[in-house]
């Protein structure tokens, strides 16, 4: 059975960044397109970026692209989500998703 496990956040202050990572577990990463969502308290998990199978094609959401690079390593079933010139609305739970799997979610909290 396929899991998911998000790590990489934490506290940091506005400009600031972090780089966040999800671990799959099983032998079927390489064959899903990935992403990252997000959920702020008292809002809906909002999609953040995607990126395909073989590592193309980059997506992002308007309110991430140019500060956040998705990217991922197949040999490693990691995704990675890089995070720059963060900002206090970027403050929420942090979740990975493989189609059909959530991970448990990485807190993110920036202090402005």
């Known amino acids: 059975q396929v899991q998911l496990v998000e790590s990489g956040g934490g506290l940091v202050q506005a400009g600031g960044s972090l780089r966040l990572s999800c671990a799959a577990s099983g032998r079927t990463f390489s064959v899903h397109a990935m992403g990252w969502f997000r959920q702020a308290p008292g809002r809906q998990r909002e999609f953040v970026a995607t990126?395909?199978?073989?590592?193309?094609?980059?997506f992002y959401s308007d309110s991430v692209k140019g500060r956040f690079t998705i990217s991922r390593d197949n040999a490693k079933n990691t995704v990675y989500l890089q995070m720059n010139s963060l900002k206090p609305e970027d403050t929420a739970v942090y979740y990975c998703?493989?189609?059909?799997?959530w991970g448990q979610g990485t807190q993110v909290t920036v202090s402005s």
């Open positions: 998703n493989n189609g059909n799997i």
């Open positions: 990126i395909t199978m073989s590592g193309g094609s980059p």
